[in-house]
């Protein structure tokens, strides 16, 4: 019997991604660059095996499927997905499918998109999340490409995504690139809230002097409340976990220097692009990059050492614990906020039509940010899917005006500390920024017109275009 579906690259992602194909009933053909990691994934498959066939040769595994063929392609992003593409495109035939569900650039799976676009083959950019849990048992999955390829996975990629109260999240998005540039957006989203996140832990540790496992039950008790999501979820059992080597708390002993692999830069690099301000995105992207420079900000603390932290308020009893939890609500709803409004700019400059309440929707389980907020979200965009900004939908606007003075008390308390707070303090700028009627900007024109002649629109509709600071007002 002929596989269903073919998947390449039994790396972490991949393997998971295999079992749980093989799970949901579905006969599949896997092959990997080296072979050996191919039997090893099968000689560990257990009961799935009957639902396997590990092939050694690209030739085999393509021969494996039956055609039309739909082939997941999870492997190192970038470079790799061409060279495997190439390699395995002369084994095709006409109406296979390449499916790139690794991290793609969405600029990538546009162009590998219009590559194969007069030819016989089809090609879908999938975006995957939830990380080798959510591979195994139910990522959040994110699909671009033509409307009748979707139709020819939906069945199975609904198979084995996550489910939000019995509904998949997984949905078809829009054509190329679309499925990849909300990855990216999800990505950049998820920077921002453990940003947010890490910058409450700081609060909490050199603010109010808590223990990690004081720490831990604070995000404990949160995640009762309205902050319930995965990140809170994983927050109080990193805190509470201690080292098995040192025996003191995992955190304490980790080094403070951030990775990241990409997506949440070209989350930020995107909403340039697309004129749209993703302040708490941009915020968590330079925090990573600082905290890489280790070395940098030991020797800086030498010499301006630390400022004195201010007596936080409320230490005594819970009412600051109840700010920092408000507040990192209010700021994260300037984070979605943000992202979904690159993602409204981006669906109309490439043409994607992208649906607002699905996407909210497909995040709310499988993947890393999924949460209750995201019901939420969903039922904003359901009700209003074309609202400028979700902070003025009527549900968000209310929990807004709840949570904005909190965000304001802990900013105010953490800058007066010296305690960096780039993410939150972004957000509450953002929002004292989009509120505010009469900006600040009619200085700035003025200045441009001054020593660029750019000219000015006037307020009183006066067709009047230049400032009286000519030669005249030099002389
Ligand atoms: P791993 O490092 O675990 O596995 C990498 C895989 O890529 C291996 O199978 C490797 O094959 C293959 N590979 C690398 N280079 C090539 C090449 N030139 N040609 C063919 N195969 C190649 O990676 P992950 O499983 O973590 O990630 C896979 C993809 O999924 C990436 O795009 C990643 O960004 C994305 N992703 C990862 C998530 C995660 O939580 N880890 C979450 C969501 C997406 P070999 O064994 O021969 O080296």
């Not at 080296?34 to 595994?61: D, N, S, V, W």
């Not at 055609?67 to 390699?87: C, F, N, T």
């Not at 968000?396 to 993410?423: H, I, K, W, Y």
Request: with cysteine; aromatic share 8%; net charge negative.
């Amino acid at each position: 019997e002929q596989a269903e579906i073919g998947l390449i690259g039994l790396g972490v992602m991949g393997s998971n991604l295999a079992l749980n194909i093989a799970e949901k009933g579905n006969k599949i053909a896997v092959f990997n660059r080296t072979p050996e990691a191919t039997r090893k994934f099968y000689a560990e498959a257990g009961e799935l095996a009957g639902q396997i066939i590990p092939c050694e040769t690209l030739e085999e595994f393509v021969a494996a499927i039956r055609p039309p063929r739909p082939i997941i392609i999870m492997i190192k992003a970038g470079d790799p997905v061409d060279q495997q593409m190439k390699l395995l495109e002369p084994y095709l035939s006409s109406g296979d499918i390449m499916i790139d569900a690794g991290n793609a650039n969405f600029r990538d799976t546009i162009r590998r998109f219009d590559t194969l676009k007069d030819s016989p083959l089809t090609f879908i950019g999938m975006g995957v999340s939830g990380g080798e849990e959510g591979a195994r048992h139910g990522p959040s999955i994110m699909v671009g490409g033509t409307e009748d390829s979707w139709k020819r996975v939906e069945k199975v990629l609904t198979s084995i995504s996550a489910k939000f109260n019995g509904e998949p999240c997984v949905a078809w998005l829009g054509n190329d690139g679309a499925g990849h540039f909300v990855k990216t957006i999800h990505n950049g989203i998820e920077y921002a809230d453990m940003q947010m996140i890490a910058e409450i832990y700081g609060i909490l540790r050199d603010g109010l002097k808590l223990s990690a496992p004081e720490i831990s039950k604070v995000f404990g008790r949160w995640n009762e409340g309205r902050l319930n999501s995965y990140l809170i979820e994983i927050t109080e059992k990193v805190l509470a976990a201690n080292d098995p080597i040192s025996g003191k708390p995992m955190v304490d002993v980790i080094l403070d220097a951030a990775g990241q692999k990409g997506t949440g830069k070209w989350s930020v690099i995107e909403a340039q692009n697309l004129g749209v301000a993703a302040t708490g995105i941009e915020a968590a992207v330079a925090g990573r990059v600082l905290s890489s420079q280790k070395e940098e900000r030991v020797a800086a603390e030498k010499i301006f050492g630390l400022p004195q932290t201010v007596a936080m308020p409320g230490t005594d009893g819970l009412s600051f614990l109840d700010d920092l939890e408000n507040a990192l609500l209010a700021a994260k709803i300037a984070a979605y906020a943000q992202g979904f409004a690159v993602m409204a700019a981006a669906s109309k400059e490439y043409g994607w039509n992208l649906p607002m309440p699905t996407i909210a929707k497909i995040w709310r389980a499988g993947c890393i940010i999924r949460s209750q907020f995201l019901d939420e979200i969903t039922s904003a965009f359901t009700k209003d899917p074309d609202v400028a900004n979700l902070i003025v939908t009527p549900a968000f606007a209310q929990l807004v005006q709840e949570t904005d003075g909190a965000l304001r008390r802990v900013v105010s308390t953490a800058v007066m500390s010296g305690l960096p707070v780039p993410a939150l303090a972004s957000a509450l700028s953002y929002f004292d920024t989009y509120r505010r009627g009469r900006g600040t900007a009619n200085l700035i024109q003025a200045q441009r017109d001054f020593f660029g002649a750019h000219g000015f629109d006037r307020v009183d509709g006066v067709d009047k275009h230049h400032g009286p600071w000519g030669s005249g007002l030099n002389a």
